[in-house]
């Protein structure tokens, strides 16, 4: 039963356009949401989060929105770079219970 | 000090030998955690410490062995792997004081079992 759901395996964008990732998930307890940015051989590097109470976060180029009647979130990079171009995973968490369930991540590259 | 340093980088280990991950952090973080990640796969939750006592065991078998000698450090003990426990290991740790799990990622070890 997967909780959090990234529907999609890869994202294609140019250099300066918006990036848009997306993450479902089903667990009604989760009250914290959070977006992990990984290379290749390197460890997961947060990047954003967001608290249930909150609609929308911003920090610099990124910004997540929450929809919770929908379940669903989304983190938007505006301008993508080429550095920009990993693999994002989407993660959730409860504060009942100390631990992070993980989306399956979707890859973005960014093209110069 | 920001940052989680774990080591070795790589590890290469045979079925019967007994072998030791290292995960080591300076941020005052009371909560460590042990993950295993397959490629194209997120990573998955194995051992969780807070305050140094292991609080969450996700049903790891017995040749995994987690240990918290202090605040800081977060060893995991490995004996008598099969080669489909090769993966990246990930250390993390996080700061209890907060309500959330933010947790701060190792460059983890890269595991390979013959």
């Known amino acids: 039963d997967q909780q959090v759901k990234q529907n999609s395996p890869s994202l294609s964008v140019q250099e300066g356009r918006i990036s848009i990732l997306n993450c479902d998930y089903t667990?009604?307890?989760?009250?914290?949401f959070l977006w992990y940015k990984k290379y290749p051989a390197e460890g997961p590097t947060f990047l954003i989060s967001?608290?249930?109470?909150?609609d929308k976060n911003e920090d610099g180029r990124f910004t997540v929105f929450l929809n919770k009647s929908a379940k669903h979130l989304s983190l938007h990079i505006v301008p993508s770079q080429p550095g920009d171009s990993a693999v994002y995973f989407c993660?959730?968490?409860?504060?009942?219970?100390?631990?992070?369930?993980f989306g399956q991540g979707t890859i973005l590259t960014v093209h110069p | 000090d920001t940052e989680v340093t774990q080591t070795p980088k790589h590890l290469v280990m045979g079925m019967t030998n007994k072998k030791s991950l290292k995960c080591e952090q300076h941020?005052?973080?009371?909560?460590m955690y042990w993950y295993k990640q397959k490629a194209k796969k997120p990573p998955e939750l194995m051992f969780v410490?807070?305050?140094?006592?292991?609080?969450i065991n996700e049903s790891v078998p017995s040749r995994f062995s987690p240990e918290c000698p202090n605040s800081s450090l977060l060893n995991l003990h490995l004996h008598a792997l099969q080669p489909e426990d090769s993966a990246l290991y990930l250390c993390?740790?996080?700061?209890?004081?907060?309500?959330?799990?933010?947790?701060?990622f190792g460059p983890g070890t890269r595991l390979t079992v013959l």
């Open positions: 993660a959730a968490s409860s504060t009942s219970y100390g631990k992070l369930t």
């Open positions: 667990n009604s307890m989760f009250d914290y």
């Open positions: 967001i608290s249930s109470i909150k």
């Open positions: 941020m005052g973080h009371r909560a």
């Open positions: 410490y807070s305050y140094e006592k292991l609080s």
């Open positions: 993390a740790s996080c700061s209890l004081g907060q309500a959330y799990n933010e947790q701060f």
